[in-house]
């Protein structure tokens, strides 16, 4: 997968998010086409997506990248082409009460095509076949490289206009990538497309990778790396470079990353002996702030997406719970007060939840709570679950699962609603994953 230069994703981005109008066929109309995801007593809305034409076999695989990601989402149940009433052409509109009566409620079409730089144009249409109406139409030009982002970048325009909630289908995800038998894994530190598809791996195992953690607004990636003999240290990978920077220069070992909200600071822990304490680093000044001062194991911080505020997990009490404190280290307090250990706390994209780690009698389950420990619900629990990363739109998490034995982990996606799980495909075993922002910075 070739990563775009800074400044081709923002003609990309620009093109792509921007786009140019399709002529609309019938005029717009309050959309029927809506699904309310955020009650969590949805039923999945049915909708087509039809192959796109022209441009040989491209535009089925980009209706096909579609389908897919509509299908995962958990909130679309895609009609099956078999049921499809018609073949219906991008310059016409459908046959609506046929439609209606194959069960569908919306319609997607589309086409591809070349401009006369032979650079890729697809187009698409958004039909409500319940009110009769168009009701979004947009083009996007690329490079033919980029066919992949094209279709997940449809995929959030529709996903958005239906649900209400931002896109997160033109994103990636970083994760630890292990093989080789379970008490000598080999593990390496990869991104790829969040449906599985475009792996690429940015370290190739001469050190151990562990805990990647995305920049909220760049193709930044902070992990920790260690050689044999050596003290664990926190790097700092640019994808778009393949830049390496090292996280200061401390006697004792350096963990959690965590990237502030504006990309410029990272949360980091610190041992000290026995214990370890939470620090600010600035990655431009390269300075230093302690933020905790305990005789615990303070670790696991993440900012508020204002800045304003820090959730931790630490043992200061006698076992891990949840805290939270200013982003000065001021007014710590605990929120998690259930029964079991809390620990790897991630603030939601949002501002409205904490996901959390939970362990228990009965296993490891992700759970989700507000940001004054109330309201705490479970999502998926089982033998182990841990390391829940937020989607950039705040409604999905994807987590690490292990079932035990000598297998290895997977990686899992579900809603905060606690409906939706589905599996994220990977080459071999994975864990530790991470989610990145839009690429394009919205859809």
């Given at each position: ?183 000598n894994r080999r593990k390496r530190l990869a991104v790829m497309d969040q449906d599985g598809g475009n ?157 959390f780690t939970k362990q228990g009698a009965s296993g490891f389950a992700i759970g989700v709570m507000k ?73």
């Open positions: 997968m070739t990563l775009l230069s800074r400044r081709s994703f923002h003609s990309l981005a620009a093109g792509l998010v921007a786009g140019l109008a399709a002529p609309a066929l019938v005029a717009p109309a309050r959309a029927e086409l809506v699904i309310d995801v955020r009650r969590g007593n949805f039923q999945p809305i049915p909708i087509a997506v039809a192959d796109f034409g022209g441009e040989g076999d491209l535009g089925p695989r980009i209706s096909g990248i579609i389908a897919n990601n509509l299908t995962r989402s958990g909130y679309f149940q895609v009609l099956e082409k078999a049921r499809f009433p018609e073949r219906p052409a991008f310059d016409a509109a459908p046959q609506f009460a046929a439609w209606k009566a194959s069960g569908a409620q919306g319609l997607v079409t589309g086409r591809v095509t070349r401009d006369a730089s032979g650079r890729l144009r697809a187009e698409f249409r958004l039909w409500d076949l319940v009110s009769g109406q168009q009701v979004q139409g947009q083009q996007y030009t690329t490079d033919s490289a980029s066919w992949r982002r094209v279709g997940h970048i449809i995929s959030d325009a529709v996903f958005t206009k239906i649900t209400g909630v931002g896109g997160f289908f033109d994103t990636r995800i970083a994760f630890v990538d292990e093989s080789g038998p379970k008490e792996v690429r791996y940015l370290t190739q195992g001469e050190a151990l990778a562990v805990a990647p953690r995305y920049s909220p607004v760049t193709q930044d990636i902070a992990f920790m790396s260690q050689t044999s003999g050596q003290q664990p240290r926190v790097q700092v990978i640019n994808l778009e470079t393949g830049a390496r920077q090292l996280v200061g220069n401390f006697p004792e070992m350096s963990a959690s990353p965590r990237f502030a909200p504006d990309g410029r600071r990272l949360l980091i822990s610190l041992q000290d002996g026995a214990n370890s304490n939470i620090y600010a680093y600035d990655l431009g000044s390269k300075q230093t702030s302690r933020l905790t001062n305990t005789n615990a194991i303070d670790t696991s911080a993440s900012y508020s997406p204002d800045g304003s505020q820090i959730v931790f997990e630490s043992d200061r009490g006698g076992k891990q719970q949840i805290y939270v404190m200013g982003a000065d280290g001021s007014s710590p307090r605990r929120i998690s007060f259930g029964q079991g250990a809390y620990s790897q706390p991630a603030w939601s994209p949002r501002g409205d939840l904490i996901a940001a004054d420990g109330s309201g705490e619900r479970i999502l998926t629990e089982g033998f182990h679950n841990e390391g829940p990363s937020w989607a950039p739109n705040g409604q999905y998490l994807v987590i690490f699962r292990d079932p035990g034995g000598q297998s290895g982990g997977k990686l899992f996606m579900i809603d905060i609603t606690g409906k939706v799980e589905v599996s994220v495909p990977t080459p071999s075993y994975a864990s530790d994953p991470t989610w990145s922002p839009l690429l394009s910075g919205g859809a």
